[in-house]
């Protein structure tokens, strides 16, 4: 199955389409979070020496053009997308389970200095029951900031709040913000990370060609660090590519394992089904009185 702009569909994998949201906490303004990813992890770990200094020719070289490539394309050839999104992330030690979502994305658009199309996301929960029709709803710009939660799943389906989404509300459900989701804000945390790591030795690569993710050929990349270093995020990290554009098709990230003989744990990792590019969304279903959504009324 190959890609296409406009019907065919693919599988597209984004760090930083992450979403979640507590609805629990119906009074008091959302607190700034101040808990990020980074610190998370650098938390759980006992900090090490630094690693030896990077070699001349460094392997990442390979990995960080494609990651270009992709920011690239990404920015200049994709207005809109939808997808099904399918994620699991470990969020403060605890691995959550999988959920499922279905996701209409609009990225920025500037013509001649004036804003025509604003970063905006729209979500809708399928899976698990305890999420089921939860929407969520974020627009640059708009709101103050803030996000549109109605809460879905078995209780309280109905109530619908307004949430930072950098907040610890929401961050107690994701790992990253729900405005710095995205397939250009993933692409874009992909490089800010290999250029720290090119600072450094102690990086293996390997490309493997001919590999399918639900049934998408591609290649896969993996990182990965052998020993554990207060500079470096994770231990093992494989993107998979698609062969038809120069897209992720899904993401994994791994811990260091605790013991020689453990399995590496998992920390994150996101596949993104049925992909639509350049859907051409309208302005209206980027707004909460949308005809198809449920939130409440302001």
Not at 134 to 153: A, Q
Not at 177 to 194: A, F
Not at 238 to 266: N, Q, T
Not at 284 to 292: G, I, K, S, T, V
Request: net charge neutral; hydrophobic share 35%; with cysteine.
């Amino acid at each position: 199955m190959s890609l296409s702009f406009k019907t065919k569909t693919a599988v597209f994998t984004i760090v930083g389409i992450t979403f979640g949201v507590q609805c629990d906490r119906m009074c008091a303004e959302e607190t700034q979070a101040q808990v990020t990813t980074t610190r998370r992890i650098e938390k759980a770990r006992p900090q090490q020496e630094s690693p030896p200094p990077a070699p001349q020719s460094h392997p990442l070289v390979p990995v960080m053009q494609l990651a270009r490539e992709s920011y690239v394309f990404l920015r200049d050839n994709v207005s809109d997308y939808a997808c099904r999104i399918v994620k699991q992330e470990r969020i403060d030690g605890r691995l959550k389970p999988m959920e499922f979502i279905d996701a209409k994305v609009r990225h920025q658009r500037i013509v001649d200095g004036r804003h025509v199309q604003r970063p905006s996301i729209y979500l809708h929960f399928v899976g698990p029951e305890e999420m089921v029709d939860r929407e969520v709803l974020w627009v640059e710009g708009t709101n103050g900031g803030k996000m549109v939660v109605r809460r879905g799943g078995t209780r309280f389906e109905y109530l619908t709040l307004d949430l930072d989404p950098a907040g610890d509300a929401a961050l107690q459900y994701s790992r990253y913000p729900t405005s710095e989701s995205g397939m250009i804000n993933m692409v874009r945390k992909l490089i800010d990370v290999g250029t720290a790591d090119m600072q450094y030795g102690e990086c293996e690569v390997q490309i493997i060609n001919d590999v399918k993710v639900d049934g998408q050929p591609c290649k896969c990349v993996q990182v990965k660090h052998p020993r554990r270093r207060s500079v470096f995020l994770f231990h093992i990290v494989r993107i998979y590519i698609a062969d038809d554009f120069p897209i992720p098709v899904r993401y994994e990230a791994y811990d260091w394992p605790v013991g020689d003989s453990d399995e590496p744990p998992l920390i994150e990792e996101y596949t993104f089904q049925d992909v639509r590019l350049n859907v051409g969304f309208s302005d209206a279903e980027f707004q909460r009185n949308y005809r198809d959504y449920k939130f409440r009324p302001n």
